[in-house]
């Protein structure tokens, strides 16, 4: 027997643990956003939703470019402290571990075992919506080595958070 759940308090689940971190003015910040997906095949795109009030987002907007950080369940703290603290506040990425991007020019998180890096291709706010959700072209993919084979990334090895 189903009922009703509120529309509000529902969204589609699971939805991905992810890291998108980024750049501006010399200024390296992360932010946790669980509205990320897959946006295009070929060329590859994925898609990430940001809300505008994040420092962020001016970031994103402004550049055009980020990375996406797939962490492992042993990146949690990392993971909880990026998704409530603001760059605003505090230099979010002075104590984790990063490399310049090769194609993007944004930090790579290199203890989270799968990096995508992106150039935003456009973006869509819907009118009455919270997020700002930005298409990106996927330009370069890291993977810890462990992880691949023959260059496939294997997903089911990794302990995903
Ligand atoms: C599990 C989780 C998922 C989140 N998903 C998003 C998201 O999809 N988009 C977003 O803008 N913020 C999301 N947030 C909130 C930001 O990560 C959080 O507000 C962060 O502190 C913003 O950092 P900033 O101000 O340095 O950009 C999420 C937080 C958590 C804990």
């Known amino acids: 027997m189903k009922k009703d759940a509120i529309i509000d308090k529902s969204r589609i689940e699971p939805k991905p643990n992810t890291i998108v971190s980024c750049r501006k003015d010399g200024k390296d910040n992360a932010l946790v956003v669980g509205f990320a997906s897959n946006a295009s095949l070929e060329p590859s795109m994925v898609m990430v939703g940001i809300v505008p009030t994040r420092y962020s987002y001016d970031m994103i907007k402004d550049t055009g470019k980020f990375v996406v950080n797939i962490p492992g369940k042993d990146f949690a703290d990392e993971f909880n402290y990026l998704g409530t603290v603001s760059g605003r506040d505090e230099d979010k990425l002075a104590d984790i571990n990063t490399v310049d991007g090769d194609i993007v020019d944004a930090p790579i998180l290199t203890d989270c075992p799968v990096n995508f890096e992106c150039t935003v291709v456009t973006s869509v706010k819907p009118e009455d919506g919270t997020h700002e959700l930005f298409i990106a072209k996927v330009e370069k993919v890291h993977c810890d080595e462990e992880y691949l084979e023959d260059g ?10």
């Open 152 to 161: 496939i990334i294997q997903w089911d090895r990794i302990d995903l958070l």
